[in-house]
């Protein structure tokens, strides 16, 4: 089997929340270059049917769905557009969600279960929805967004995020032994700080911020949206056949480094300023 043979998905169908931007939008246009159709599905209409034409014009069909993903209703008619257009769903892509910021002294139980419900609860109900129509067809992949938040500690008022990721990264664990056996497969990528609107925003308004961030990734940069394509076929393709339970950090080496360790962009600074005075690198 060649490589290209190995990440294809020729005539599969996966639905991607988020999709409109971001890491959504990134994660359908791969499964779509694979060969997949693709139900796109985001709050925002316009920045939807945008991703369903690009998908389109890779000659896939790209079926956009208005939903909330905090609305439990909306998801399962989701499903139920799903079962009319395709009658089948061989990959879900769980991405859309946000939380809630608040200092952990005056966070209110409304603000704890809008973030649960976004991030959490109508993740669950896609997974369970997915999961009942992958168990009937006996196979299937489910991959979840998480976070590296699910592992260490934020702080800046993240408490919400974190822990509707911690129960991310628990359900997935859950989901995935519980079906394993029947052919499902469930995953999660847990990514460090990624580039999107929102963030970009937060650093413009910090101008400490992203130094801040760069300080705790070797690679000595950010990701971007694309950052995510590569995980995506391999979880949503043959390819990630006897993957399952994986949570996979996307990270540029966040995880791995310790709190005294040399940033990245650090050590970048050091490479060009000993290459500008005659040395060599490595």
Known sequence: MTPSETFDMTDRVAMVSGAGRGMGRAMALAFAGAGADVVVVDRDEESNQQTATEIEGLGRRGLPVSCDVSDCEAIEELYRTIDREFGRIDVAGNVAGEGVLAEPTEMTRDQLLEAFN??????????????????????????????????????????????????????????????????????????????????TQRMEADPHLERMFLGGIPAGRMGVPDDIRGLSLLLGSDAGSWITGALIPMDGGNLAMNAGGTPGWMRAESADGFESGGGRRG
């Open 118 to 199: 976004g991030l959490v609860i109508g993740r669950y109900v896609s997974c369970r929805e997915a999961g009942k129509r992958m168990l009937a067809a006996g196979r299937g992949s489910i991959i979840n967004i998480g976070s590296l938040a699910s592992i260490s500690a934020l702080g800046r008022r993240h408490l919400s995020y974190s822990m509707a990721m911690g129960a991310v990264v628990q359900m997935t664990r859950e989901l995935s032994t519980e079906w394993a056996g029947l052919g499902v497969r469930v995953n999660a990528i847990l990514p460090a700080q990624v580039i999107n609107p929102g963030l």
